[in-house]
Nanobody, 119 residues
């Protein structure tokens, strides 16, 4: 059974930091590019960051560059999102995504973890 389980969300003050984790099981984690998405109140889901299957390359949305860092540990089947200098507009549900494309696309989503940035 495929599972992506996010953790690490919560309430943080502006300027603070959080580290999200996404633990994967039920598929070959090291084959998959991993991403974090988020959906704020009344907003569409947007891409936050992506890391390739080997961890050799990363990509960030412009508003997250320099503040967020995506990493992965293929020995632990886990992807992380370190979020620093958090702003109220970072408030959202953060989702973990796994994607692998061969003869077709294989894609999985986590259930999401709430991040609230507020004083």
């Amino acid at each position: 059974q495929v599972q992506l389980v996010e953790s690490g969300g919560g309430l943080v003050q502006p300027g603070g930091s959080l580290r999200l984790s996404c633990a994967a099981n039920g598929f070959t984690f090291s084959f998959y590019d991993m991403s974090w998405y988020r959906q704020g109140p009344g907003k569409e889901r947007e891409l936050v960051a992506t890391i390739t299957s080997t961890g050799g390359a990363t990509n960030y949305a412009d508003s997250m560059k320099g503040r967020f860092t995506i990493t992965r540990d293929n020995t632990k089947n886990t992807v992380y999102l370190q979020m620093n200098s958090l702003k109220p507009e970072d408030t959202a549900v953060y989702y973990c995504n796994a994607r692998y494309t061969s003869w077709r696309r294989f894609e999985y989503w986590g259930q999401g973890t709430q991040v609230t940035v507020s004083s």
